[in-house]
């Protein structure tokens, strides 16, 4: 059974800091594309980051350019996302996935999903 399992989130205010984990089990994905999403209340689920399976490839939303750093742990199966001077728009539940697709592809089919933990971000 494939299990990704998210951790680090909670209460944090503006300009501050969290890094969250996601652990995977149940299968080796060192070789698979793994992103971190997120959705707020009342808004559609949003990519955040993206990483490849070497770590050497990593995407950003716009939104988090320059604050927020993707990077992964294949011996540990784990991917992480550091978030740096946070702003209350961050506020959200945060997922990690696992994608088959080869990096760079012009489309990636995510077919494994964590929970989420939520981050959220005071004024």
């Known amino acids: 059974q494939v299990l990704l399992v998210e951790s680090g989130g909670g209460l944090v205010q503006a300009g501050g800091s969290l890094t969250l984990s996601c652990a995977a089990s149940?299968?080796?994905?060192?070789?698979?594309?793994m992103a971190w999403f997120r959705q707020a209340p009342g808004k559609e689920r949003e990519f955040v980051a993206g990483?490849?399976?070497?770590?050497?490839?990593?995407d950003y939303a716009d939104s988090v350019k320059g604050r927020f750093t993707i990077s992964r742990d294949n011996a540990k199966n784990t991917v992480y996302l550091q978030m740096n001077s946070l702003k209350p728009e961050d506020t959200a539940v945060y997922c990690c996935?696992?994608?088959?697709?080869?990096?760079?592809?012009?489309?990636?089919?995510?077919?494994?999903w964590g929970q989420g933990t939520q981050v959220t971000v005071s004024s």
């Open positions: 990483i490849s399976w070497s770590g050497v490839g990593t």
């Open positions: 996935a696992v994608s088959p697709t080869n990096w760079g592809s012009p489309k990636y089919e995510y077919n494994y």
């Open positions: 149940g299968r080796n994905f060192g070789s698979y594309t």
